[in-house]
């Protein structure tokens, strides 16, 4: 699908945190340069030979980062949703998770801008980080935690991130499949079943389609810390 202009309001763009340091005059530069995208679920956005450097950044939907592999094991490093930033340069796939629209930029363009500007550069860097350190994270979770440990921790971070206080606990909208669950914490969907129906069989948590609301949380954070 051939790129276009973004269709958006100078507003919109300045809404994404990494933008909000830019000018008006600034912003409508930028938008100049940057490509509106749009990607269907499951849609492929990016690979590791993709031949384009360009830095993305998610306007609707979801987008799933991950590695994968000759052997058909993948292993997701990271969800982006709207205003997060990623780079096609990273040796990582990337693919929709629903309709997702993304704005291209690319990363010679951007690049020369930041040098421009060091508010826009300290801002890039500050993204950076939080992506590396996610991402180290992940990597350290994958080899030092058994899968129970991994996907404990994944919920009870998830429920920090996202979760909104209901009546029965903390209600956590995740917007994953245990499919998708189960490749974020490095394990198969019927070991990650296995445990879920077990936390709720306990009255740790109730699972719903793509949510779930965690009722114990003293007792998930004291499966993380088993020895």
């Known amino acids: 699908m ?8 100078l507003d919109e763009l300045l809404e994404i ?4 340091a830019l000018t008006k ?10 490509y509106e995208r749009s990607f269907r679920k499951k849609e492929s956005i990016f690979a590791p030979e993709n031949q384009e450097d360009f830095i993305l950044i998610v306007f609707k939907g979801k987008v799933r980062i991950y590695l994968g592999y000759p052997d058909g094991k993948e292993f997701t490093i990271a969800f982006l ?7 096609s ?3 990582t796939f990337a693919e929709a998770m629903e309709e997702t629209i993304v704005w291209t930029i690319d990363i010679k363009a951007f690049s020369a801008f930041m040098l421009q500007d060091p508010v826009v550069l300290i801002s890039m860097i ?7 350190a996610n991402t180290i994270g992940i990597i350290e979770n994958l080899v030092f935690r058994d899968v129970g440990k991994r996907l404990a921790s994944f919920l009870l971070q998830a429920a920090r991130e996202k979760g909104q206080a209901s009546e029965h606990g903390t209600l956590v909208n995740l917007g994953l499949t245990i499919e998708e669950i189960a490749s974020t914490v490095g394990t198969s969907r019927q ?14 948590l109730t699972l719903s389609r793509k949510s779930f609301i965690l009722k114990d949380t003293h007792s998930l954070q004291t499966i993380t810390e088993e020895n």
Request: hydrophobic share 30%; glycine share 6%.
């Open 191 to 204: 070991t990650a079943s296995t445990f879920l129906n077990r936390w709720q069989k306990a009255e740790i």
């Open 2 to 9: 051939k790129p276009k202009q973004p269709a958006v309001s």
């Open 89 to 91: 340069h990273s040796g």
């Open 126 to 132: 500050k993204v950076l980080g939080e992506s590396l």
């Open 17 to 20: 945190p990494l933008l909000k």
């Open 81 to 87: 949703e709207p205003g997060d930033v990623y780079s």
């Open 25 to 34: 005059q600034q912003s409508l530069s930028q938008n100049k340069s940057a």
